[in-house]
């Protein structure tokens, strides 16, 4: 099993060669030193790798947009909403289905058969998570900047859902908006008990090594 650090310094060393090539002109001996110290890093990488999470098989090109200025990928984003259904089974072992992630590539599916996948009958879509505590959807925006928001819908009976705002943690730059996400998935799963009210997540400033950790462990 790969350690969420050695993910990370796998991801680093990629996206150094990504800005490398955006930045091909060299001026002056120091940035030629960098440049072969990176060229010597390709030979060790392979970008065509392919790393399993949670039982699915992740390409190493959609998990490095889980890292760095780059914008989460919606399969990244899912993979590691995962870990919001298995934080809640053991609080929940009499309904292991009290939790559940949509994946939001389904709006975006073309394809006939995947798309039934997620469409239990003719014309509804997910009736089968009516019984079901809370739902968790990741969703992607982008009107003024592109943005990966947290949704949640709280069931309270077969015929009627609930839909909360909350604060959540702050964010200090542009590219942590899916690890908060997920964290505040977390967050929500770790702090509810099947018998509880929802509670309120807090408005607090998530330490830089927390967040890294947070970034990567879902892939390790």
Same mark, same amino acid.
């Given at each position: 099993? @790969? @350690?969420?650090?050695?993910?990370?310094?796998?991801?680093?060393?990629?996206?150094?060669?990504?800005?490398? &090539?955006?930045? #091909?002109?060299?001026?002056?001996?120091?940035?030629?030193?960098?440049?072969?110290? #990176?060229?010597?890093?390709?030979?060790?990488?392979?970008?065509?790798?392919?790393?399993?999470?949670?039982?699915?098989? !992740? =390409?190493?090109?959609?998990?490095? $947009?889980?890292?760095?200025?780059?914008?989460?990928?919606?399969?990244? &984003?899912?993979?590691?909403? !995962?870990?919001?259904?298995? *934080?809640? *089974? /053991?609080?929940?072992?009499?309904? =292991?289905?009290? &939790?559940?992630?949509?994946? =939001?590539?389904?709006?975006?599916?073309?394809?006939?058969?995947? @798309?039934?996948?997620? #469409?239990?009958?003719?014309?509804?879509?997910?009736?089968?998570?009516?019984?079901?505590?809370?739902?968790?959807? =990741?969703?992607?925006?982008?009107?003024?900047?592109?943005?990966?928001?947290?949704?949640?819908?709280?069931?309270?009976? /077969?015929?009627?859902?609930?839909?909360?705002?909350?604060?959540?943690?702050?964010?200090?730059? $542009?590219?942590?908006? $899916?690890? !908060?996400?997920?964290?505040?998935?977390?967050?929500?799963?770790?702090?509810?008990?099947?018998?509880?009210?929802? /509670? #309120?997540?807090?408005?607090?400033?998530?330490?830089?090594?927390? !967040?890294?950790?947070?970034?990567?462990?879902?892939?390790?």
């Amino acid at each position: 099993m @790969r @350690r969420w650090y050695e993910v990370s310094k796998k991801l680093i060393k990629a996206r150094k060669l990504v800005k490398f &090539v955006k930045k #091909i002109v060299i001026d002056d001996d120091y940035k030629e030193v960098e440049r072969q110290r #990176i060229l010597h890093m390709i030979p060790f990488m392979n970008v065509n790798s392919v790393f399993s999470a949670n039982g699915h098989n !992740l =390409p190493f090109l959609n998990l490095a $947009g889980y890292g760095g200025d780059q914008w989460l990928s919606d399969l990244c &984003v899912f993979l590691a909403s !995962l870990r919001v259904v298995k *934080e809640a *089974e /053991p609080q929940t072992w009499q309904n =292991p289905k009290y &939790v559940t992630v949509v994946d =939001p590539l389904y709006l975006q599916l073309s394809d006939v058969e995947r @798309r039934n996948q997620y #469409i239990d009958t003719k014309d509804h879509i997910f009736t089968e998570m009516r019984s079901n505590r809370i739902v968790c959807y =990741p969703t992607y925006v982008d009107i003024e900047f592109p943005q990966r928001l947290q949704v949640a819908k709280f069931m309270t009976s /077969p015929m009627e859902t609930q839909v909360r705002t909350f604060n959540e943690w702050r964010q200090c730059d $542009g590219h942590s908006c $899916g690890v !908060l996400t997920v964290q505040w998935y977390l967050s929500l799963v770790r702090s509810t008990l099947s018998d509880a009210s929802i /509670p #309120i997540a807090h408005d607090d400033k998530l330490d830089p090594k927390q !967040l890294a950790f947070e970034r990567y462990k879902h892939f390790s």
